[in-house]
């Protein structure tokens, strides 16, 4: 087998459409680019989103919200949440099994003005200063 002999399988490659070779063929005279227009003309092509001059749609719609990526891993909870949780010492790992979080935190914040009534110790939580004060004086660790 050389190179100069292979072909491609039957039926595998189309040939060109050829225009512009009488009404026959049913692309003669305008080769199916219709009447007129930009369209029609050779080097007639507009960039995506062109309205013929008026303004884009993109432009014209207001542009609302905003979802950062950065802060996918991040969460707050308020103190209330963590009264479901019946064990002393609660993490990160255990809120996720609570379905308390979403699996792709990694890091939490705690606060709130709620009233905690049992010593619990926090491992690997961010807290504010009331949080901290509160579960200090409720016979509570943060580690």
């Known amino acids: 087998m050389f190179l100069n002999s292979i072909k491609p ?24 680019r219709g009447h007129k227009g930009q369209k029609s003309r050779s080097g007639g092509f507009h960039k995506v989103g062109f ?20 802060r996918d891993d991040y969460s707050s909870l308020r103190i209330r949440d963590l009264k479901i949780v019946s064990e002393a010492t609660i993490n990160v790992d255990l809120l996720k099994k609570y379905n308390i979080i979403s699996n792709k935190v990694k890091k939490v914040k705690i606060y709130g003005i709620d ?29």
Do not use: H, N
Not at 20 to 31: A, E, H, P
């Open 115 to 143: 009233q905690i009534d049992r010593a619990i110790s926090l491992e690997g939580f961010y807290v504010s200063k009331g949080i901290k004060v509160m579960i200090e004086a409720s016979g509570g660790k943060i580690l």
């Open 51 to 70: 309205e013929g001059g008026q303004m884009p749609i993109q432009r014209r719609l207001p542009k609302r919200g905003f979802s950062s990526f950065k």
């Open 9 to 32: 399988a039957i039926g595998s490659s189309k040939s060109k459409v050829r225009v512009g070779r009488g009404i026959g063929s049913g692309f003669g005279k305008t080769c199916g």
